[in-house]
Each structure stands twice: as structure tokens, then as C-alpha cells.
């Protein structure tokens, strides 16, 4: 049977560090699907007697997507070890020679589209990547952390442990809008049949809130779990979702849930700030097949939800950028036909960094680069 390229390498060699006692480190992005993926690989990892040194996610706006340098640096200490990155890691080129100059291996687990030069990664596993003959493509990252955690342990897997990270794969899946196709729906389904038996205080506690428990339906349910978990709420650079799905008990579950659902009314507020905002700023532009514009005081994290608004009110490309010193990082959105990733493929001599899926993604550029890449952008799309 056809297997995803480089899965069994990636998997003998996370057993191989945890044999030679190898120092772990897990990196994820700091979303849903990033959280979870990481969780999956360290039930597997834990559960064939090895131990992670350290989880790192992140901070997008304080220092941009992917594997960053600033992460790098807070890993001086700890080369040797074995680096494996999830949902991220693809477009890292510079970051992942750093890394391997600083004496790491490197296993990348990713899903968004691959660039034109892979980084020198020990292993890749992302089956849009050249060679990848596995036939279906549309996973979340969840999805390859889920397959590799089946490859790491085999068939000594109970049913305790398939469900206990069938449901991970379910959340992240759902979360990152993956379609529910062929390999997606058997983690759909069994992780909808696991999660109701979930031992996770973070998700009980979900299920016994009385917001969540009016709601009909379990996978209504569910689906409004994993809008609560993808709210922005970090403390000590682990995100919220990362807190509750690690909760001990249910009490201290539910206080951080409380945290995350009065981010999302800050964060409603807060998008129709920047949606008003752009507006605004649109008005007579009306001939611009793209929308490129950026905000200084408004938070990251909000610009996503007001791009993904503002594309299906003006049905154009819609490219939002927070505004920092000398960069700026954005989020994109576009509706189907149009591919934010390539756009930015086109125009990649001018960005510090970007990547995602073809209508949700994201970049970091100069700001002495900005105008120039509203022109590129233009005529990215006057061409396609």
C-alpha cells in the first residue's frame, strides 16, 4: 500500500532519538491545527517511553510564520537535538540552514503548498512535495501528525490511545477547513465517535459548560469547541488550546476557556473596527483588483477574520498588513479561483517571508517594499 513520502523515515527516526535518549524538541504553529498536531506527536512519542525537552509556538506578530530566528536563538542551549516542525517549516529555507548549522536535525511535518526550493531538511514530509505519489493531498497538518503517530507505534496501538489522538486529528482538521474527503473522513467520523468519551478535562469540560451543552448536536458541539480553541490567548508562549487540551482537571480547564471566550467578544469588536476602517479606506478604488491595505493599532491576530469578511462583501483578493517598525506581517484571503499563495509566488523577491493554501495565507514584508508589491499584486491578477 502507497504510504506518504517519507513518513516510515521520519517515524524510524523519532524512534531512533527516543532509543539514543535524543533530546526532542517539538515546534508547532501557533493555530489549532498546530497545537494539535504537536499533541498527537507527543502521545506517541511519550508513549514509546520518550520524553519532549521543550514545545515552542510561535508568537506570529512578534516574530512572523514558521521557524523563526528569534526561536532559534532560545534553542542555542539545546543542539544537538532533533527539531520536528508541524504545520510550518516549508517555506524556511535560511531558517532551517541556521538550525543545521546549529547542530539540529530537522524533520518538517507540513501541508501548505510547497515552494520552488525545498529547505535542507533532514526529512520532509508534506505530500504536495515532488515524489509524493500518496494520491490524496488535502490534509491538515493534524492529519500527516496523526499517519506518523500510526507509523511510530504500529500495531501495539490500543483503542485507548487511537482514540485519544483521533480526536486531536478531528479538531485540527475541522479547524483548518480541510475538505471531507477520502482520508479525512475516517478521522472525521472516528474522531466524532471519540470525542464524546473523551478523558481530556479541557474537553470535558467543554461538553459540561452550559454554553455548549444547549447546543444540539455533537458535532455543532464540536464545531463551536474548535472556534472557542482557535481563539489568540497565550501565556508563557503556549497558546490557549495548547492550555485547555492540557488541562489536569476540568476546573482549571474552564477558566481558561472563560479566558478564550472573552477573547473572542474582544476580538468580534475589534474586526468590525478594521472592517469599518477599510471601508473607508477602499471607497473610490473601486478599479484596484486587489485590496491591499494596513493598520498600525490594530492586533494580528484580527486581521484574518477581517480580510475573510471583506473578501465576500467585494468579492476581491483582500491583503491586510499590521504595521511594525521597519516590516509589516498580513494575513490574505480570496474567494475560490483565485490563489493568494501563488499571487505572492509571483511577487516573492519583495516579501521577507509568506505561504499558506490558496485562500488563506500569509507574509512578511519591508515596509520600503509595500507599494511595489500592491503592483505586483495588480498584475498578478490583471493575468490570472
Known sequence: MQKIKNLTKAAERIKKAVADKERIILYGDSDLDGVSSVLVAEQAIRSIGGSIETFYFPDREKEGYGITKLALETFKGLSPALLIAFDLGIGNVEEIQIAKEMGFDVIIVDHHIVPDV????????????????YPFKEFAAVGLSYKLAHEILG???????????VELALLGTISDMMPREEDNITIIQEGMDAIAESWRPGLQA????????????????????????????????????FRVLTAPTKEKAEEIINLLLEQMREKKEEVW??????????????????????????????????????TKEY????????????????????????????????????????????????????NENIEKFKKCLEDYAKQN
Do not use: W
Open 315 to 366: 468579492h476581491k483578493p483582500v491583503y491586510l498588513y499590521k504595521i511594525a517598525k521597519k516590516e509589516s506581517l498580513g494575513s490574505a484571503r480570496a474567494e475560490k479561483g483565485f490563489n493568494t499563495v501563488e499571487a505572492m509566488k509571483s511577487c516573492a523577491n519583495l516579501l521577507e517571508t509568506y505561504g499558506g493554501h490558496p485562500p488563506a495565507s500569509g507574509f512578511r514584508i519591508k
Open 206 to 241: 467543554f461538553f459540561e459548560m452550559s454554553e455548549f451543552a444547549r447546543i444540539d448536536g455533537r458535532e455543532a458541539r464540536v464545531e463551536e469547541i474548535i472556534t472557542v480553541l482557535n481563539a489568540r490567548e497565550v501565556a508563557n508562549g503556549l497558546p490557549g488550546a
Open 155 to 165: 500495531k501495539d496501538i490500543s483503542d485507548s490511545l487511537k482514540n485519544s489522538i
Open 118 to 133: 525545498l529547505p535542507e531538511a533532514d526529512i520532509i514530509v508534506d505530500p504536495k512535495q515532488p515524489g509524493d505519489k
Open 273 to 310: 473596527d478594521i472592517v469599518l476602517l477599510m471601508r473607508e479606506r477602499v471607497e473610490g478604488k473601486a478599479s484596484d483588483s486587489v485590496i491591499l491595505e494596513g493598520t498600525d493599532s490594530h492586533d494580528f491576530y484580527r486581521l484574518g477574520s477581517a480580510a475573510s469578511i471583506l
